[in-house]
């Protein structure tokens, strides 16, 4: 049963023109901006595809922020996985800003990397603002109802106990674990607020869907970088799992969003600035 919220984002998608430029020069821009660094600055290392990553999530937000420029409305967006996001980037920046245990081993690693994180972190904070502040008057507070505090808590105190060790400094390991786990978990409001209202507005479910890209370079350097760990490891390392069964529970709750996300994509709505319907039957 489509709710009111729905209604309010049906009226959103209305309002954009069939294909919105601003959006095609985002993706454009980020996939020449990063094939240009691809080549030209990490001289294609595979470690560069861990500076891939943090770009996609950079388009993510800048595709959240264009929508609230566009529609003046932050309608179909949570603001706790906001919340999770920024401290997601809050702990990875206290580690990668000192130490470089997991920083691409290319010259993207020297400063690029941080350089993209904290335009993330600006851009999520602007969102933050523009959901509590600006225009918090179209905020759907009332399906953004997860309980995220003891999410934190959680990844905190798994963060302690599971943990690899690349900075061969336990506390800034943990700090850069604490951000992967609430990498983890961060999507999971989002996903359930969407499910609650039954649709997700365009430029929302292109945010959702840039993450997973975002997910999908970080496991895939993680895979390897992983692995590694574990050689050097005695014995079994827990590290090295937690890494790897992070990433798989990222695609596994993003997995249900994709094939809607997808099948948009076919339909054209997403190029009509349509609302994406979205199943009923997430469990979160």
């Not at 690349?166 to 978990?185: E, G, K, M, P, R």
């Not at 050689?231 to 596994?252: K, T």
């Amino acid at each position: 049963m489509m709710l009111q919220g729905a209604s309010a984002m049906e009226v959103t998608g209305k309002r954009v023109s069939n294909v919105d430029p601003k959006m095609i020069v985002a993706y454009i821009g980020c996939a020449f901006l990063m094939g240009s660094v691809f080549h030209q600055v990490a001289e294609q290392e595979f470690s560069s595809v861990l500076t891939m990553s943090v770009f996609a999530q950079c388009l993510a937000f800048v595709l959240i922020g264009m929508q609230i420029n566009n529609a003046k409305s932050v309608a179909g967006i949570s603001g706790k996985t906001m919340i999770l996001q920024a401290l997601a980037l809050c702990f990875r920046l206290s580690s990668t800003l000192f130490l470089d245990g997991y920083l691409p081993l290319d010259k993207t690693g020297d400063m690029m990397y941080q350089i993209v994180d904290v335009a993330s972190l600006l851009m999520v904070l602007h969102i933050l603002q523009c959901i509590y502040k600006t225009h918090k008057h179209s905020y759907d507070q009332e399906f953004d109802t997860m309980d995220v505090k003891n999410m934190v808590i959680g990844c905190v105190a798994l963060a302690v106990v599971i943990h690899p060790d690349l900075n061969d400094w336990a506390a800034f390991d943990i700090i850069w674990t604490v951000s992967l786990y609430l990498d983890t978990v961060a999507m999971l409001p989002q996903l359930f607020m969407s499910n609650k209202i039954g649709k997700v507005p365009a430029y929302c479910s292109h945010y959702i869907a840039a993450t997973l890209v975002s997910r999908a370079f970080s496991a895939w350097f993680w895979f390897y970088g992983a692995e590694n760990i574990a050689r050097v490891s005695e014995g079994f390392s827990y590290g090295a799992a937690g890494i790897i069964v992070a990433h798989l529970l990222q695609f596994l709750f993003l997995a249900d969003f994709g094939y809607y996300y997808l099948k948009a994509c076919f339909s054209g709505a997403l190029c009509k600035c349509e609302p994406v319907e979205v199943s009923n039957t997430i469990e979160i």
